[in-house]
C-alpha cells in the first residue's frame, strides 16, 4: 500500500482531494481512501499500486502543494541527516561572511555554480575561502548573529524526530563556527562540518582537511544507519545544493528543499512551498504532536 500526502503552504480544500482522487486513479494507482492528518493543511490519499504514477499525476497539480508519495510500511523515520545553509538556516554563511569581506558578489557567484553542480565542490571551497585570507575573526561572530537566521519548521522537525526517539545529524559544507552553534540551538544530536583556518585572529585563507563534502555526507548517512542498526527505509536526508545529492539517493527518502534545479530533479521528493514541517506531515505528524522543547 503506498500514500501520496498532500501538504498545502496555503489551505487545502475537499475539493481538491477529490480531484487528487480522481487523478490518481486514472492513472491506474487503485485508490482505497484518504483522510486528513491536520484539516486544511495536510491529507493522506492512500492507493494500491504504481507511485510513479501517482506522483507524475499529482506533482504540480495545485497551486501552492506539495506532493510526498512513499510506501506506507516505510513511512516513519528515526533518523535524519541534514544540510545546513539555505536548508537549515535561510542562508549561505560563506556569501553574508564574505559581504563583511566586501566581496559578497564575488563569492555568491562562485557558490550558486557549487550549488548547482557546476564546479568541484572542494575546488570551489577553497578558491572562496582564500579570498576571505586576512578578515578578522570577529566578523564570523558578527554574521552569525546579524545575518544566520533559522529556516521555519527546523526546530520542530529536529525536536519531533527526537522526541520520538530518532537521530538527528547536520552535516554541512560550511564552517563549524556556524554549525555548531545553529546545531545546538536547533537541536541536532550531532554536527559536522568545516573548520576555517585562523592566525592571530584572523582568517588564513584555509579549510582544514579532510573537507566535508558529498561523499562526507553520504558516509554519515550510512554509518549512522550501522550504529543505530535501522534499516535504509527509516531515514531521510534534507538538502538543496548538488553536494547533498548523494546523501538524498541513499536515504530511505530524499527530500530537496526549496532546492537547486540538478537536486529537484533527483531526488524522491520535492518541497517547493512549504517549510520544514513538510517533513513531519509527510510522517503523518499533525501539528498537535509536534515538540518544540
Not at 548573529?145 to 526517539?165: K, N
Not at 592571530?200 to 550504529?227: C, M, N, Q, W, Y
Not at 533527483?266 to 505528524?285: C, E, K, S, W
Request: proline share 4%; aromatic share 4%.
Amino acid at each position: 500500500m503506498f500514500i501520496a500526502t498532500l501538504i498545502a503552504a496555503g489551505a487545502l480544500d475537499a475539493g481538491q482531494i477529490s480531484e487528487a482522487l480522481d487523478r490518481l486513479n486514472e492513472a491506474g494507482c487503485a485508490t482505497v481512501g484518504s483522510g486528513w492528518i491536520e484539516a486544511g493543511r495536510a491529507a493522506d490519499l492512500m492507493f494500491g499500486q504504481s507511485p510513479d504514477a501517482a506522483r507524475t499525476a499529482l506533482e504540480g497539480a495545485f497551486d501552492q502543494v506539495d506532493v510526498v508519495v512513499q510506501s506506507m510500511m516505510t513511512r516513519p523515520k528515526s533518523l535524519l541527516i541534514a544540510d545546513m545553509d539555505s536548508t537549515m538556516i535561510t542562508v549561505e554563511c560563506i556569501d553574508e561572511l564574505a559581504d563583511y569581506a566586501g566581496i559578497k558578489p564575488q563569492i555568491a557567484a562562485v557558490t550558486e555554480a557549487a550549488m548547482r553542480g557546476e564546479l568541484d565542490f572542494a575546488e570551489a571551497l577553497d578558491a572562496r575561502v582564500a579570498l576571505l585570507a586576512g578578515l578578522d575573526e570577529g566578523a564570523i561572530d558578527r554574521c552569525l548573529a546579524e545575518r544566520v537566521t533559522t529556516m521555519p519548521g527546523a526546530i520542530p522537525l529536529v525536536r519531533t524526530m527526537r522526541a520520538r526517539g530518532g537521530t538527528a545529524i547536520l552535516v554541512s559544507g560550511g564552517f563549524t563556527r556556524f554549525a555548531d552553534p545553529v546545531g545546538k540551538a536547533i537541536g541536532f544530536d550531532r554536527v559536522i562540518a568545516n573548520r576555517l583556518g585562523i592566525a592571530d585572529g584572523k582568517l588564513d585563507g584555509t579549510v582544514a582537511r579532510p573537507i566535508v563534502d558529498s561523499a562526507t555526507k553520504e558516509i554519515t548517512l550510512l554509518a549512522a544507519i550501522d550504529s543505530l542498526s535501522i534499516p535504509p527505509e527509516a531515514t531521510m536526508a534534507v538538502g538543496d545544493g548538488a553536494n547533498d545529492l548523494a546523501m538524498i539517493r541513499r536515504a530511505g527518502l530524499g527530500y530537496a528543499y526549496h532546492a537547486k534545479p540538478v537536486v529537484a530533479a533527483a531526488a524522491a521528493v520535492r518541497i517547493d512551498h512549504n517549510d520544514l514541517t513538510a517533513l513531519l506531515y509527510a510522517q503523518g505528524i499533525p501539528s498537535s504532536e509536534w515538540s518544540m522543547g
